[in-house]
């Protein structure tokens, strides 16, 4: 009966001297809790981090009011293109209009035409006259006009979220 305890000892395995055998079900299970808790740290690094769950979901647009400098700085007769704000001012003698940029079909930026002085579409052949009425191609109205004001300073201010009549313009 002796012996058949002396077969029971323990090894040092079990003693304590070492916590894991390197089997490939250990190493499996390891690199299974291993990936388990590196996926459930990426998802909480998502929602708790630097733009995470509590960052505001805010869009930093500029401003749809901004002025666009003096009525002198603009040529008589002339077309100019605010590319940064997509917007035209047009200037007949004394008075200004502000045109939007995007085409009235597909939302394409229009471009003027010195030579024929009207709005082209490159895309899909859209034509507009100076003052934004549209004339031939698949664009379904005019192009938007928005609101243009003389402030205290004496500088144009466009306000890109009123849009306005197509007789409504500025005159100085």
Not at 6 to 12: A, F, L, M, R, V
Not at 119 to 125: I, N, Q
Request: charged share 25%; proline share 5%.
């Amino acid at each position: 009966m002796e012996s058949k305890e002396k077969n029971k000892g323990y090894t040092s395995e079990s003693e304590g001297g070492i916590w894991f055998s390197f089997s490939r079900r250990n190493i499996l299970t390891l690199a299974g809790w291993g990936l388990f808790f590196a996926t459930i740290g990426a998802y909480l690094s998502q929602i708790l981090g630097y733009k995470g769950f509590f960052y505001p979901k805010v869009l930093f647009e500029p401003s749809p009011r901004f002025a666009v400098g003096e009525p002198k700085a603009y040529l008589e007769n002339s077309v100019t293109t605010l590319k940064a704000r997509k917007i035209f001012i047009v200037r007949d003698g004394n008075s200004f209009k502000a045109l939007s940029v995007v085409c009235q079909h597909l939302g394409c930026a229009v471009e003027f035409s010195k030579e024929k002085n009207i709005f082209e579409c490159p895309c899909h052949g859209s034509k507009y006259y100076r003052n934004g009425v549209n004339f031939a191609g698949p664009a379904p109205r005019p192009l938007d006009h928005f609101e243009v004001v003389l402030d205290d300073s004496g500088k144009l201010v466009v306000d890109t979220s009123k849009v306005v009549p197509l007789e409504t313009e500025l005159v100085v």
